[in-house]
C-alpha cells in the first residue's frame, strides 16, 4: 500500500474510533443528564408557545415550580433558571429561546448580588454545546473562548470539552442512573431540590468577599430590558428567598447591588421582588441551604409567585 493512502486510511480508521467513542460517551451523558438535555432541547429547539418564562441561577431552578404556578393561575410557565448563571447567560437564554418560541407574556427575572460578575462567563459551558446550531447560543459561545467551528465539523471533539466528572457521569448514564435523586421529580425546566431541612444552629459567615459589579453585565441587563419592551414581554425583577440573610450577608457590597437592580427597576418602572423579606425566610425547615429552598420551601415560595403572577396578568 503507497504510503500516501497509508496515510489516508489511518486518518479515516481514526477518526471512525472517534466518532464511535463520542456516539457511546454521548449516549451516557443524554442518559444521566435526561433532565438538563429535556430542559435546553425545549428552550433551543423547540417552539412550544409559554406564558410565563422564569429566568435566573440555580435559585430559579430549584424554586420555582411550574406545575403550582399553571394550577393556580391557569397559565403554561416554563422553568428556565440554570445553574451558576449570570447576566451573560441570562441574556443568551432569553435571546436563544426567542429564536424559535413565540414571546411569552411575562418573564421573571431572578438577579442575585453576584449575578454581575462576570470573571468566568460560564459555570458549565458544555452543556450548551449540542444546541449550537441555535444562532444565538452559536455566536454566544464564540464570543467568549469557546470556538464552535471545529465541533461542527467533527461532532466527536465535544469529549475534549468533558471534565473528568462528566466522563464518570456518562458511564453512569450507560448503566441506566440519571441526576434526578430518587425521590425527587423534574416538571417543565424545574426539579426539586432534597425534601431535608437546614439547621437553625449553622454558623453565617458575613462579609468575607467582595461581589464583583461588571459594567458589560449592566449593559446585558439593559439588552434584556430592551428586548422584552421590543417583543412587548411584561419584565419582573425579583431576589429570591434565602434563610435568614444567609446568602447576601457573605458579600460586604450587598447594599451596592441591590441599590443599582432597584435604580434599574425604578427607571424603567420595573416591578422588583425583594423576596429575601418574606416570613417563610425565617423558617429552617424550607431550606437545604442558605441560598435554596428545599421542595418544601419550593412548593410554598411557589404559591408566593403564582398569586402575584395571577394579580400581574
Excluded at 424554586?63 to 416554563?78: A, T, W
Excluded at 448563571?85 to 424559535?100: C, D, R, V
Aim: positive net charge; hydrophobic residues 35%.
Amino acid at each position: 500500500m503507497k504510503p500516501l493512502a497509508q496515510i489516508v486510511l489511518s486518518l479515516i480508521l481514526t477518526f471512525v474510533i472517534c466518532q464511535l467513542a463520542y456516539l457511546v460517551i454521548n449516549k451516557g451523558t443524554e442518559r444521566y443528564y435526561i433532565h438538563k438535555e429535556e430542559r435546553l432541547t425545549e428552550l433551543f429547539k423547540n417552539r412550544t408557545t409559554f406564558d410565563v418564562l422564569f429566568v435566573g441561577s440555580s435559585r430559579t431552578h430549584t424554586s420555582i415550580n411550574p406545575k403550582i404556578v399553571d394550577s393556580v393561575c391557569q397559565l403554561h410557565s416554563y422553568n428556565a433558571g440554570v445553574e451558576g448563571g449570570n447576566l451573560l447567560e441570562f441574556k443568551m437564554t432569553i435571546e436563544a429561546y426567542l429564536q424559535n418560541h413565540p414571546p411569552p407574556a411575562m418573564l421573571l427575572l431572578t438577579l442575585d448580588i453576584n449575578s454581575f460578575d462576570l470573571k468566568r462567563p460560564f459555570f458549565n459551558y458544555s452543556q450548551y454545546l449540542p444546541f449550537v446550531k441555535n444562532r444565538v447560543i452559536n455566536q454566544t459561545l464564540n464570543n467568549n473562548g469557546h470556538r464552535t467551528a471545529l465541533i461542527k465539523l467533527l461532532p466527536f471533539m465535544k469529549i475534549a470539552s468533558y471534565d473528568d466528572y462528566m466522563k464518570g457521569n456518562a458511564l453512569k448514564g450507560l448503566k441506566g442512573n440519571n441526576e434526578i435523586p430518587e425521590g425527587e421529580y423534574q416538571y417543565k425546566g424545574y426539579m426539586t431540590n432534597t425534601q431535608r431541612g437546614l439547621k437553625d444552629t449553622q454558623v453565617i459567615v458575613t462579609g468575607y468577599r467582595q461581589a464583583a459589579v461588571a459594567a458589560k453585565a449592566v449593559d446585558y441587563l439593559d439588552d434584556i430590558i430592551k428586548r422584552c419592551s421590543t417583543n412587548k414581554i411584561k419584565l419582573l425583577f425579583s431576589y429570591a428567598p434565602e434563610f435568614k440573610n444567609g446568602l447576601q450577608d457573605q458579600f460586604s457590597n450587598k447594599e451596592e447591588v441591590f441599590n443599582l437592580v432597584d435604580s434599574i427597576a425604578v427607571k424603567n418602572n420595573i416591578t422588583y421582588f425583594r423576596d429575601d423579606k418574606l416570613s417563610l425566610c425565617t423558617e429552617p425547615e424550607l431550606f437545604a441551604n442558605f441560598g435554596h429552598v428545599n421542595r418544601k420551601g419550593a412548593d410554598k415560595y411557589s404559591m408566593i409567585v403564582a398569586e402575584r403572577l395571577c394579580d400581574k396578568r
